[in-house]
C-alpha cells in the first residue's frame, strides 16, 4: 500500500523560508519521478516541482529561483526548500507520486502572511 505523509507546513512571513518534507512507503521510492502540487485557496490544484529519478528538477515558472525539490532515496522522502515566500504561496501543499495509478498525500497547508 502506498504512502505519502507531507510535513512541514505552518505560517510564515512573506519574505521567509519553510522546508517541506514527504515520506514515501510502499514504493520502490529510488524507481520513481515524485512531484509537488499545491491547491490555493479557491483554485485548482497546480503542478509545482518535479524531481525525477536522475534528480534532474522541473519547476513552475512563479517557483523558480525560490523553490527547491530534493531527494534522500535512503530515506524514501523529497523536500520542498521554499525561499523568499510570497503570500500567493498560500496553498496547501501535496506529493504525488504515479506508479499504476496516482497517490497523493493528505498535504500540509502553507500559510503566508504578515
Known amino acids: 500500500q502506498v504512502q505519502l505523509v507531507e510535513s512541514g507546513g505552518g505560517l510564515v512571513q512573506p519574505g521567509g523560508s519553510l522546508r517541506l518534507s514527504c515520506a514515501a512507503s510502499?514504493?520502490?521510492?529510488?524507481?520513481?519521478?515524485m512531484r509537488w502540487y499545491r491547491q490555493p485557496p479557491g483554485k485548482q490544484r497546480e503542478w509545482v516541482a518535479t524531481v525525477k529519478r536522475a534528480s534532474d528538477t522541473y519547476y513552475e515558472n512563479s517557483v523558480k529561483g525560490r523553490f527547491s525539490i530534493s531527494r534522500d532515496n535512503a530515506k524514501a522522502t523529497i523536500y520542498l526548500q521554499m525561499n523568499n515566500l510570497k503570500p500567493e504561496d498560500t496553498a496547501v501543499y501535496f506529493c504525488?507520486?504515479?506508479?499504476?495509478?496516482?497517490?497523493w498525500g493528505q498535504g500540509t497547508q502553507v500559510t503566508v502572511s504578515s
Open positions: 504525488s507520486v504515479q506508479s499504476w495509478r496516482v497517490y
Open positions: 510502499g514504493i520502490d521510492f529510488g524507481n520513481y519521478d
